[in-house]
């Protein structure tokens, strides 16, 4: 079993960063590749990044792709999203989510944080 707890969301300007993080307990983080998703109001859960079990790949939805960056700290237990230059349609809230496989398929993962919300206002 694992369980994830996000952090860091809020609100903020267009164009303003924020870094959300992830807490990762149960088993070791390490066993796991990660995954950072987000769902605005009235729209499907979207992948946004991942992060292989190492941190050393990682995979972007081209709609955050030079704008945002996950990590991991293995060491510490910790994922993390920096979000840079937010629009407007970055408002969703995100969710930090564990999967037995690197992967930008939604199904694929099994554990879930509980969302944190970010809002960008022009």
């Known amino acids: 079993q694992v369980q994830l707890v996000e952090s860091g969301g809020g609100s903020v300007q267009v164009g303003d960063s924020l870094r959300l993080s992830c807490a990762v307990s149960g088993r070791t983080s390490s066993t796991h590749a990660m995954g950072w998703f987000r769902q605005a109001p009235g729209k499907e859960r979207d992948f946004v990044a991942a992060?292989?079990?190492?941190?050393?790949?990682?995979y972007y939805a081209d709609s955050v792709k030079g704008r945002f960056v996950v990590s991991r700290d293995n060491s510490e237990n910790m994922v993390y999203l920096q979000m840079n230059s937010l629009k407007p349609e970055d408002t969703a809230i995100y969710y930090c989510a564990a999967s037995w496989a690197y992967s930008a398929v939604r199904s694929v993962y099994k554990y879930w944080g509980q969302g944190t919300q970010v809002t960008v206002s022009s």
């Open positions: 992060v292989s079990e190492s941190g050393g790949n990682t």
